[in-house]
T-cell receptor
């Protein structure tokens, strides 16, 4: 596609429920990243994919968070047993082959846990 | 651990003025540094990417500089316009990993 697409754009969920956030990167981009932006705070790195492998998962805050990627395409970020502190905007970015090529970000998914 | 700081957190400038946004980082061993703008409710738009071997990059009215020795980068905006109003973020990457370390941003308002 022309840009990075994320869905849903907004998600309200009850505490304790599981949620799935989806990211469609730009076609041909091998690198994919997830970031989280809590209200009034900076962006936090969550996970990096190269192809369908994840060489850096160091930013996942707990074992309730997981992510997968199908080939060099769609990625899903799953949060199990959501907590109120998970409320944030979750941003996905893709890159042609990594940091030398810059990043294109999606518009994000705003997650609210009530 | 790399820390990236942007001061001030907010800035208001009359239309037409030139302005400079500042970004400081604690670890000078960066791989590259990027400047982004973020509009309310939208994702990030990449503005300029400076590799560690470069001193500056220019795009239109924007000029970004990088001084690794002092741990600083600046974004210069010439002849500011109301459409430049946004939050500006700088972010650094480092050798050995792919993640961006972001500053907390400067919220810029251009007053017509």
């Amino acid at each position: 596609g022309a840009g990075v697409s994320q869905s849903p754009s907004n998600k309200v969920t009850e505490k304790g429920k599981d949620v799935e956030l989806r990211c469609d990167p730009i076609s041909g981009h091998t690198a994919l990243y997830w970031y989280r932006q809590r209200l009034g705070q900076g962006l936090e790195f969550l996970i990096y994919f190269q192809g369908n492998s994840a060489p850096d998962k160091s930013g996942l805050p707990s074992d309730r968070f997981s992510a997968e990627r199908t080939g060099e395409s769609v990625s899903t970020l799953t949060i199990q047993r959501t907590q109120q502190e998970d409320s944030a905007v979750y941003l996905c970015a893709s890159s042609l082959a990594g940091r030398d090529y810059g990043y294109t970000f999606g518009s994000g998914t705003r997650l609210t846990v009530v | 651990k790399q820390e990236v700081t942007q001061i001030p957190a907010a800035l208001s400038v009359p239309e037409g003025e030139n302005l400079v946004l500042n970004c400081s980082f604690t670890d000078s061993a960066i791989y590259n540094l990027q400047w982004f703008r973020q509009d309310p409710g939208k994702g990030l738009t990449s503005l300029l990417l400076i590799q560690s071997s470069q001193r500056e990059q220019t795009s239109g009215r924007l000029n970004a500089s990088l001084d690794k020795s002092s741990g600083r980068s600046t974004l210069y905006i010439a002849a500011s316009q109301p459409g430049d109003s946004a939050t500006y973020l700088c972010a650094a990457t480092h050798f050995g990993n792919e993640k961006l370390t972001f500053g907390t941003g400067t919220r810029l308002t251009i007053i017509p």
